[in-house]
């Protein structure tokens, strides 16, 4: 009885199983892919620090907008009340701001903005290709995060330009403009006051747009909302995606 239908029926049975054992492997590699990893990445000062300086920065950003635009019909706030929050604000982000440095110094969170990786030009490209193109074509992200390196490379860099150039910078140039004593009499032969301004207003542009992009960038996660969960419970969530599976997982080779 086992004659040539039958020896059909067996190849044609192994020719259904394989591709189906296939499929199955690649169902379990998959499954592996898209696990989700959860690694704690903000200390519990950090994240107070975070919301608060956001907090602080949105009511500089409106009480500033609304002293810029006095008078015209899109200011947000009296000019009376503007001067008031402006200057409270002000005040509790510069001591924010020295308080986050020196525990950036104590806690050793500093090496965050300073960590020497290799291949750092090429990663931040390839993060940059990630944020602009790859993140929409559901590609996995080249660097997955870790507690003693949170930041990607191109975040790292831009954090650290952001602490450096932008946030400090526009405190001293506030606390001038709060206290004119403080500004310099001249600068480069006009008067200290003015240039203090214009580099003041410059720089809060600078970060009004990084506050932007920085919101819009946090909704790239797993999912919409878990980079802003994280800011709240110290973990964040990640997926163990192709970046992550060894090559022999990938059927390539070694």
């Known amino acids: 009885w086992r004659g040539p239908r039958w020896r059909r029926m067996r190849r044609g049975g192994s020719a259904r199983i394989r591709p189906l054992a296939e499929r199955e492997k690649e169902a379990e590699v998959r499954t592996q892919m898209d696990t989700i990893h959860r690694e704690y990445l903000h200390p519990l000062w950090v994240r107070i620090w975070h919301w608060l300086n956001a907090t602080l920065f949105l009511a500089l950003a409106i009480s500033g907008f609304s002293l810029h635009f006095s008078g015209s019909a899109i200011q947000l706030l009296p ?127 600078g970060l009004a747009a990084f506050f932007v992009g920085h919101v819009y960038l946090t909704t790239m996660g797993p999912t919409l909302w878990s980079d802003i969960k994280s800011m709240f419970t110290g973990w964040h969530e990640h997926v163990h995606g192709q970046a992550d599976v060894q090559p022999q997982e990938r059927g390539d080779t070694p």
Not at 176 to 201: D, F, R, Y
Request: net charge positive.
């Open 79 to 205: 000019f009376r009340t503007a001067i008031l929050v402006h200057n409270a604000s002000g005040g509790l982000f510069a001591i924010a701001l020295v308080l986050y440095v020196i525990l950036l110094g104590i806690t050793g969170e500093w090496r965050q903005y300073f960590a020497v990786r290799p291949r750092m030009l090429t990663l931040i490209g390839q993060n940059l290709r990630f944020y602009l193109i790859d993140v929409f074509k559901g590609a996995p992200h080249p660097e997955s995060p870790t507690r003693t390196q949170k930041f990607n490379a191109l975040q790292q860099v831009t954090y650290f330009l952001v602490l450096v150039v932008g946030m400090v910078p526009v405190a001293v140039t506030g606390v001038m403009l709060s206290v004119p004593e403080t500004a310099p009499k001249q600068i480069l032969g006009a008067g200290g006051i003015w240039p203090v301004a214009v580099l003041h207003t410059l720089l809060a542009y």
